[in-house]
């Protein structure tokens, strides 16, 4: 019997770990290599970055599952053997360009990333000077 992953309100995926595009991600891949979705050969098939599970894109029909030591990111993404935290923490660096949650977390700003202090991380705002945040309200842009 075929098995799919859920779909929140807005439309997102929400993977059977919880995972959304918003946390760990998917990548699409073919085979066990990350792919673009403009490539000719790939089926729609899309890799959990956290359980690696596969979902075939649209029905979100669970199709299999990937171990990530078998999984090939394409750089400067995550590489084998680094796990999701390192990876998560590997693509913000200073001068980043990303979104920011600000207030009361409905809105998000654009900024850079100015400081990064273990969990503690200063995101430049410009203008409107600087936010204190964790890494849960930063998105990369
Ligand atoms: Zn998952």
Redesign the pocket.
Known sequence: MPEF?ARRGDDTWL?????TPDRDGFVPVIGRREATTTSIRWRGRYC?L????LVAWPTRQIVGQLDFADLTLRPPRRVKGQTIMEYEQDRLTLRTPVRVRVGDGHIWRFGQIATIDGERYVVDLGRDGTVTTTRDNIRRL
């Open positions: 992953i993977c059977r770990c919880d995972n959990c956290r359980c690696g599970r």
